[in-house]
């Protein structure tokens, strides 16, 4: 038999597509487990034993029998799976087979209707057999581990249980108690009383909890993809303002973009290039994900873009081309090289940074040059410096220093860029609901929607552009909106739709709602990163679709989770995530023990197909063993196997902190050599030494306590 992932419905063996849904059944894969965030309902009848001496045997199995059966219509009618029957209580899972994004608000829902359930059917029961039913629920969410639901394996472990269960025998008679992760999920669809946080079993410390009063009508939803730019007139006027100050008083500026995840922050500097990109010369620079020790990535991409570097230029060759872009300033030449990577000289920081300056000078030596560097919250201290400091001392120079951030940056860095004079920061505020509207319009092809699907989604979107996307793109990907000439049309009423209370749980609905084998191309993708490769995801996939991976990233391109990069790395197409919040949702539903299996094969990969840049991605290299030896490590005892791999790590990590201490850079030296350190056992003398050198940054630095 096979399980259909989207209804849980069994199929004979030779269908290929579900008999009840009409969803194409999956390709055989091998059974995965897989890591999920979903909602447990525990329910408890109290005083069954004195029910035992109270009836008849057959009597009260029959009377088990109808709460039973009553209790799993109403939680199968919202969408949970009775996972089991124990004694006489009842656990429900809402997120198996499949995720939905308002499975908290399922579960409550489901809960509170159990009550109103057993009020009914205990009329019956005192009426024939004498004897009224109480029962007591709790309601938990959290990360659990599944077994495959493709394969018929529903079974769920994980504190998450625990706490649920223990929420139920600390409730009161006839009452719900749902936790926090719960209530942070459904608490604009809820009124609850807080309790006093409770000494759970198991629990180290009191789990807070709240008692379900009642269940409003109304629903969270949150999501959002690129979209055309509607609204924004202000800041691109100040975006323009600022470039016009720059080209006529030839003086440098840095504006940064502030925003959430999604408000729009790329779609307005994307609109802003395109209207300058006559006048000026555009480059962008993009900040890893990682960002751990991937220092000068972003000056990296510009000079690659700048020189016409390519994948298959060696090393030499990538350095004749640095040279030739700076035939004026041959010294600059040399530091940029080392720092991005091309040649093993080491140079000090402050050289470095006298380099870049001189790059971006040269640059804008003939018409204004406008540098786009993308998440600077995820730079390095030493590379946000780098900005600063070019930008601060640039003299007679037009250059226009652009950069996205989310609120986080500021966090870590209060004072950004406000020592540079001019300096300017733009805080991207939600648009309009009537702006979100129109959004939809454009996104529709200007077809009519019903004026009822339309002020619900603008409602759920919260003035996110990419929110409204991504709700539109899962309600055409799951058939519930189809086109019919001029207008779109329901399948199913608004009330049935379902709708997300944030953001995080829509992208993971949408990741769990993939086919098998497009789930396992995301997945492996997720590992690579926010940029991965065509070549490296059929190194990772599993033998029976490696064939298929061309075809499944066309179809992933189309559900807009993925789009083309336009770059090749080593001859191997690049593709990007649409957003880190989709490769985020699909790397938190692996195993550790895949994603550490993933993270060292990819790091093979790319010691094999990039042999001869090898210096260039040791810090990448070491990323992928150091995640692949901590997952490891987080499963158990290592074996000796598992040490093996934290030296390789160790060695990656230890040479480019070894490198970054040697040119100055005793923030990314201590961070380096600080992970590195930690990989090794304590007994392994180059532990010993890369501690020294860690103290001695850190002296550098002047953090006494650390280095001591």
């Not at 100040?238 to 840095?254: I, N």
């Not at 786009?372 to 995820?378: A, T």
């Not at 860095?413 to 959004?439: H, K």
């Amino acid at each position: 038999m096979q399980i259909c992932r989207s209804c849980g419905e069994e199929n004979p063996a030779k269908f290929r597509v579900c008999g009840f849904c009409g969803t194409p059944l999956a390709a055989a894969l091998p059974a995965q487990e897989v890591r999920k965030t979903v909602t447990i309902v525990f329910s408890d009848l109290k005083g069954s034993t004195d029910l035992g001496e109270a009836l008849d045997s057959e009597a009260l199995r029959e009377v088990m029998s109808r709460y039973f059966d009553e209790m799993r219509a109403v939680l199968e009618r919202h969408g949970g799976t009775v996972e089991k029957f124990i004694g006489d209580a009842v656990m429900a899972v809402f997120g198996l087979p499949r995720l939905h994004e308002d499975d908290a608000l399922r579960a409550v829902r489901a809960a509170a209707e159990m009550q109103q359930a057993l009020e009914r059917i205990n009329v019956e029961l005192e009426q024939r057999y004498g004897v009224v039913l109480v029962n007591r629920t709790g309601v938990n969410t959290g990360e659990v581990v599944a077994g495959d639901p493709t394969t018929g394996q529903r079974l769920v472990t994980g504190d998450a249980v625990n706490v649920a269960a223990r929420l139920e025998q600390a409730a009161p008679e006839t009452q719900i108690l749902i936790g926090e992760p719960t209530y942070r999920l459904v608490r604009d669809a809820v009124v609850v009383e807080e309790m006093e946080p409770l000494p759970l079993k198991g629990k180290s410390e009191p789990v807070a909890a709240y008692r379900l009063v009642a269940v409003r009508g109304s629903e969270a939803i949150t999501r959002h993809l690129d979209a055309p730019m509607i609204g924004r007139g202000p800041e691109l006027g100040q975006l323009l303002d600022a470039f016009g100050e720059v080209a006529r008083l030839r003086k440098p500026r840095v504006v940064t973009i502030l925003g959430d995840a999604g408000v729009g922050k790329s779609r307005l500097i994307g609109e802003f290039l395109s209207r300058v990109s006559k006048q000026a010369g555009v480059v962008h620079g993009r900040c890893l994900s990682y960002g751990e020790g991937i220092t000068f990535w972003p000056l990296g991409d510009i000079v690659r873009a700048s020189a016409g570097i390519t994948d298959d230029d060696s090393a030499e060759q990538a350095y004749t081309k640095v040279a030739a872009l700076l035939a004026q300033e041959p010294l600059a030449a040399e530091r940029i090289a080392a720092a991005i990577g091309l040649t093993a000289a080491s140079y000090e920081l402050n050289e470095t940074f006298w380099a870049a300056r001189r790059l971006f000078e040269s640059m804008a030596g003939e018409r204004p040059l406008v540098i786009h560097f993308e998440d600077i919250h995820w730079a390095e201290p030493t590379f946000l410096e780098l900005i600063e400091q070019a930008v601060g001392i640039a003299e007679d120079a037009p250059i226009l220093i652009v950069c996205s951030a989310r609120h986080d940056l500021l966090e870590t860095r209060p004072t950004w860029a406000q020592s540079i004079e001019g300096s300017l920061r733009i805080t991207l505020e939600p648009l309009s609901g009537e702006e979100a509207g129109r959004i939809i319009d454009h996104l529709l092809g200007g077809a009519d929607l019903p004026a009822e699907m339309r002020r619900r989604i603008t409602e759920a979107a919260e003035g996110h552009p990419l929110y409204v996307e991504q709700f539109l793109s899962m309600l055409i990907d799951e058939g519930r909106l189809r086109r019919a000439g001029d207008t779109w049309v329901l399948d199913r009423s608004v009330e049935e739709l379902a709708m997300p209370p944030t953001v995080s749980a829509l992208l993971t609905a949408r990741i769990d709602g993939l086919d098998a084998d497009e789930r396992a191309v995301v997945e492996r993708g997720s590992v690579i990163g926010q940029a991965f490769y065509r070549g490296a995801v059929e190194e990772l996939a599993p033998e029976p679709i490696r064939d298929q991976i061309g075809s499944l990233l066309l179809d992933l391109t189309t559900k807009h989770l993925v789009r083309p990069s336009g770059e090749f790395f080593v001859n191997e197409e690049t593709f990007r995530f649409r957003h880190a919040l989709i490769r985020d949702a699909a790397y938190s539903g692996l195993l550790k023990r895949a994603r550490a299996d993933f993270h060292e094969r990819f790091a093979e990969w790319l010691e094999r197909v990039a042999a001869a840049r090898q210096l260039e991605l040791e810090e990448i290299l070491g990323y992928h063993l150091e995640q692949a030896h901590r997952y490891r490590s987080e499963l158990g005892p290592l074996d000796p196997e598992g040490h093996a791999l934290g030296a390789r790590a160790a060695q990656r990590l230890a040479a480019a902190g070894r490198r970054a201490f040697s040119r100055g850079d005793m923030p990314a030296a201590s961070n380096l050599l600080g992970r590195a350190a930690a990989l090794l056992p304590e007994t392994n003398p180059e532990r010993l030494a890369l501690q020294c050198d860690l103290a001695e940054a850190l002296l550098d630095m002047g953090e006494l306590a650390r280095a001591e």
